[in-house]
């Protein structure tokens, strides 16, 4: 796949979960806390989750894009073998594998409002700014950190995972959603 078509896949995907979140501002609070059922989050518990993300994975990726070479012409991208895996796991899909979150960025039993909202936007603003960027350095180098401690794969995987990830939970939202009666 060519770089070109991976940041134009994510900036689609950035710019649906943005047109999302826009959607959401015009929603009752009442709406965006109903719990599909017990244990599951709500609307926004899941963009919160994603707001603690994102302010790791936006600085990760911006430093490794700011600090990149630039280049130029077509690139061919590879994912190498974790990034691969991790991207593959993390886009929704029926039977997908549920996984357990991080303490710090499991935002139940918190008293949340609609500014998780302006976070997110924000944050998906500052994706497509960044993914501008990206066009003009190599997404197979620059290694980023993950969240999950000793792993780094390139920046291409990390965009495609944090980005994928934010896919899973507004999927995850949107469903809280509709199940609202």
């Known amino acids: 796949m060519k770089q070109s078509e991976v940041l134009q896949e994510l900036s689609e995907y950035v710019e649906q979960h943005l047109n999302f979140a826009q959607t959401l501002k015009s929603k009752k609070v009442s709406t965006l806390k109903h719990q599909p059922k017990e244990g599951a989050w709500n ?28 280049v130029q ?18 886009l929704p899909k029926k039977n997908m594998i549920k996984m357990k979150t991080f303490a710090d960025k499991n935002p139940e039993a918190e008293n949340m409002d609609k500014e998780v909202l302006d976070t997110f936007i ?60």
């Open 43 to 70: 609307a926004l518990q899941c963009i919160e989750h994603l707001n603690r993300y994102g302010e790791f994975y936006l600085d990760e990726c911006g430093q490794k894009i700011n600090q990149a070479k630039k």
């Open 73 to 90: 012409g077509v690139r061919e991208f590879k994912p190498g073998f974790w990034g691969k895996l991790f991207t593959k796991i993390m």
């Open 122 to 181: 924000n944050q998906q603003k500052a994706w497509l700014s960044l993914l501008d960027k990206a066009k003009q350095v190599n997404l197979n180098k620059n290694n980023c950190s993950l969240t999950l401690p000793l792993l780094k794969i390139n920046l291409g995987s990390t965009l495609r995972f944090n980005l994928y990830h934010n896919e899973r939970h507004v999927v995850q939202a949107q469903k809280a959603i509709e199940s609202y009666t």
